[in-house]
């Protein structure tokens, strides 16, 4: 989100951004940063356990990249969210990533937006016990 953690990363090639939700929960994982956990992620199989609440969404935002930073700039952006696995754009085939400290607490997947649009998003592969749901993220004082 604009003014957020990764948003400097972002907005030096985004072209346009919106407000955008998917169906899912969002969590506060007391470290500094939210998780969220999506209920039908396009392509993949949602992560197994009892943590998506019915009903729930996801608040964000559906930013458009720049075609020719796009790649580079999500496999920044896999690199520092711990991404376990990394999705490739062009055949959707499962391309395993290793990330020291983060490895195997993440995934990008694709979700489709509450308006119909896809979008990548990093999902949480495991809720812990002390994260609390959230309907929003509101902190800026990100980790």
Known sequence: MP????????????????????????????????????????????VAGPDAVEGATVPGWLVELAPTAA??????????????VAWEPASGAPAPLVVPGFAGSYRRVRVRTADGDEAWAYEALAVEATWVALDRWSSLEEN
């Open 3 to 46: 003014g957020h953690l990764r948003w400097g990363l972002i907005a030096p090639f985004a072209v346009s951004s919106r407000a955008a939700r998917v169906d899912g929960q969002l969590y506060d994982t007391g470290r500094g940063w939210p998780a969220a956990r999506f209920a039908a992620p396009l392509g993949v199989a949602p």
């Open 71 to 84: 790649a580079a700039l999500l496999a920044q952006l896999d690199e520092v969210e711990g991404a376990a």
